[in-house]
């Protein structure tokens, strides 16, 4: 059974950077496309980035384009999430999530993940 396990995330203030980190245990990460999703106080779970098995296609939010970059390091089972320039609106829970797509298939849905990490929290200061 595959379990992602998170690290990272905290406090930080506006402009400032964080990595989020995500590991797949009891499978390999080359079988999954990886997915980053938050979910802020009051509002719905939504998309911020994505990546495929071959971590060539990558697809991001607007709302994080230019400040965010995912990747993975298949040899070390991770993917990860780069956040810089944070800005209080980031403030939210953040997610990892994995579905076995095809090789450069990326998904922004949460309803294509059918495995999730245990969340972690991001909170950004003005």
């Known amino acids: 059974q595959v379990q992602l396990v998170q690290s990272g995330g905290g406090l930080v203030q506006a402009g400032e950077s964080l990595t989020l980190a995500c590991v797949v245990i009891?499978?390999?990460?080359?079988?999954?496309?990886m997915g980053w999703f938050r979910r802020a106080p009051g509002k719905e779970r939504e998309f911020v980035a994505a990546?495929?098995?071959?971590?060539?296609?990558?697809r991001y939010a607007d709302s994080v384009k230019g400040r965010f970059t995912i990747s993975r390091d298949n040899a070390k089972n991770m993917a990860y999430l780069e956040m810089n320039s944070l800005k209080p609106g980031d403030t939210a829970v953040y997610y990892c999530?994995?579905?076995?797509?095809?090789?450069?298939?990326?998904?922004?849905?949460?309803?294509?993940?059918?495995?999730w990490g245990q969340g972690t929290q991001v909170t950004v200061s003005s």
């Open positions: 009891g499978r390999t990460i080359s079988d999954y496309a």
């Open positions: 999530a994995a579905e076995s797509l095809t090789w450069t298939s990326v998904a922004d849905g949460p309803q294509n993940y059918g495995t």
């Open positions: 990546i495929s098995r071959s971590g060539l296609a990558t």
